[in-house]
């Protein structure tokens, strides 16, 4: 290895990002270059990274995807007596072995559950409850979270400021007196990993942040409110996604969603009872939509499951674009497939209105993902 003083010995001015560096390492610099000046160069280097390339993009997304299979890994790992430690065990399994797969030369590495590979980094979150919602309450402060949520992902668009973003999510908690119960900021960069974890000081959704937004920035939307122990829905309530931001009004949301949602509050026990039972039957799509099946037979064991229920006289469309009891085509590797169990109820009826989730499946010969 060439030595620095030797790579760079006649360099006059030298850039170091002043707000990472050590004081120690400023020192051994300033011996090995003696005859340098150093120049803060943080604050260009910050705005460069805010920019990303199309190959950043990319592997931002597929980090994204695999983020997912993390996702689903732990869905499928609560249950009564497990411990917190082999929930994240089976996610980062399932992360780390498909990182393996897809880039088979990379370094991998985990730091406490935050998926890195390339020193790239991404995320998911979702509010999850166990088994069922304990109150009323719990499932309200869900709801305007969530609606904080949709805003947001509406109003990141190219040239926009991050600071107006946060105010105008301001004022939907304030509606409901949950701003008192914010924690951190709405969102910000993803990216290449540096001491800020993937971060940019200039690219925070917060009110102090005038950063505009652009084409090429990465950023996330993740409001959440954190209610006291001891009061009415106490816990932590946050959604997370990362968006692309592009040329048009358009963003590229790095997760596929399409959800349920009930305004304001959920009408009664029959509505909630309803979207359940769609609950239900999406997860048990996400599970059985894998190479060797036919589509014909996804089709038929969900409508098991809408039998149990008397909702199959409900059901509006096909379980997906493919898996209708008709279609008997194998599901192979490299398909492409989404789930979206739908049930209307008419007017009239106890929890009359549409039920719907829908996830998108990438198949593998292995693995199952959502993109």
């Given amino acids: 290895m060439i030595p620095l003083s030797d790579q760079v010995a006649d360099a006059k001015n030298v850039g170091l990002e002043f707000d990472f560096v ?70 980062t399994d399932a992360m780390v072995r498909e990182i393996a797969a897809s880039y088979p030369h990379s370094e991998i590495r985990d730091i406490k ?31 305007v979270n969530c609606k904080v949520h949709r805003r947001g992902l509406e109003l990141i668009k190219p040239g926009v400021r991050c600071s107006e973003i946060a105010k105008e999510l301001n004022e939907l908690f304030l509606e409901h007196d949950l701003l008192k119960y914010r924690t951190f900021g709405y969102g910000h960069s993803f990216g290449v990993l540096c001491h800020y974890y993937g971060r940019e000081a200039g690219l925070e959704i917060r009110e102090d942040v005038e950063t505009v937004l652009q084409p090429n920035m990465v950023v996330s939307m993740e409001p959440m409110i954190t209610v006291p122990e001891g009061e009415p829905g106490a816990g932590g309530y946050r959604e997370h996604d990362i968006l692309v931001v592009k040329e048009t009004d358009s963003n590229s949301n790095c997760s596929a969603l399409e959800r349920t949602f009930f305004y304001d509050h ?106």
Avoid at 42 to 49: A, E, H, I, L
Avoid at 122 to 129: I, K
């Fill in 113 to 143: 559950g935050v998926l890195v590979f390339f020193r790239y980094y991404t995320a998911l979150e979702r509010t999850l409850f166990y088994d069922h919602v304990p109150t009323d309450r719990h499932m309200e402060l869900w709801e």
């Fill in 266 to 371: 959920v009408p009664s026990d029959r509505h909630r009872e309803l979207w359940e039972v769609n609950n239900k039957v999406y997860k048990r799509g996400l599970e059985i939509v894998k190479p060797g099946v036919r589509c014909s037979d996804v089709a038929r064991d969900l409508n098991e499951i809408c039998l149990e229920y008397d909702r199959l006289q409900y059901q509006v469309i096909g379980y997906s674009h493919s898996s209708v009891e008709q279609v008997d085509k194998v599901l192979e590797p490299s398909m492409v497939i989404n789930v979206e169990p739908m049930i209307g109820d008419p007017e009239g009826h106890p929890g009359a209105g549409g039920y719907r989730e829908h996830d998108i499946r990438w198949l593998l010969q292995r693995l199952k993902m959502r993109i």
């Fill in 22 to 91: 050590s004081l120690d390492n400023y020192r051994k610099l300033g011996d090995a270059l003696p005859n340098a000046k150093f120049v803060d160069v943080g604050q260009p280097t910050m705005k460069m990274r805010m920019l990303k390339s199309q190959e950043e993009i990319e592997l931002i997304k597929n980090g994204a995807r695999i983020a997912d299979l993390g996702g689903e890994a732990v869905v499928k790992a609560i249950k009564d007596g497990v411990g917190e430690h082999e929930v994240a065990l089976a996610s």
